[in-house]
């Protein structure tokens, strides 16, 4: 195994997806830098016809952000087996340029300072990715029918992850607020 930190190794094998390929594509990617802190995330989709994991691995070094995500993909008629694709990231950390946290809290007045959030959402942005969201222009005019276009917003979407106390346990947002605290001091552009 890759010498990963005790504690990635102990999260990669918790999370029980594809822990072997997850550490060999940070292994490559890290390139021998030491891990700061790291969050490890899973997620698992239902359709009609399967289910669906993906993890995201963030990686925080003293000088980068490294960002694994792992995807199943299902035997089909032009690939007999079922396979798995491996993505990482490096990211520098003078180019992070947002680090923006939502905690939710329910009943807020009961809340106590040092308390787990029920979710954290976490969404970072370097630039690489934007999302825009369009929907139709209108004006003032009830009775306007003319064609006024499109209005929306362009923003920056390069990565989201959401834990939720619900879903993955406290200890799992206890994670990310660790993370996301690591992360936050760690980047000189976006405090």
């Known amino acids: 195994m890759p010498k990963l930190t005790t504690d990635l190794r102990r999260s990669l094998h918790h999370a029980g997806y594809y822990p072997e390929l997850v550490s060999d594509v940070l292994d490559v990617a890290l390139a021998g830098e030491d891990v700061v802190a790291h969050l490890v995330h899973v997620e698992t989709t239902f359709d009609a016809a399967e289910v669906r994991r993906h993890v995201t691995v963030l990686v925080l070094t003293a000088t980068r952000l490294v960002v694994a995500h792992v995807d199943d993909h299902p035997a089909d008629s032009e690939h007999p087996s079922a396979s798995a694709s491996a993505t990482t990231e490096a990211v520098p950390l003078g ?21 787990v959030p029920a979710e954290l959402t976490l969404a970072l942005g370097w630039g690489a990715v934007r999302r825009i969201d369009l929907e139709p222009a209108t004006c003032a005019d009830p009775a306007c029918e003319a064609d006024h276009g499109l209005t929306g917003t362009s923003s920056p979407d390069d990565i989201v992850v959401r834990v939720s106390a619900q879903a993955e346990g406290a200890d799992a947002v206890r994670a990310a607020v660790a993370f996301a605290r690591a992360l936050s001091a760690a980047s000189p552009g976006v405090r």
Do not use: D, I, M, N
């Open 95 to 115: 180019e992070l340029r947002t680090v923006a946290l939502t905690h939710v809290v329910p009943v807020p007045e009961k809340h106590r300072p040092g308390s």
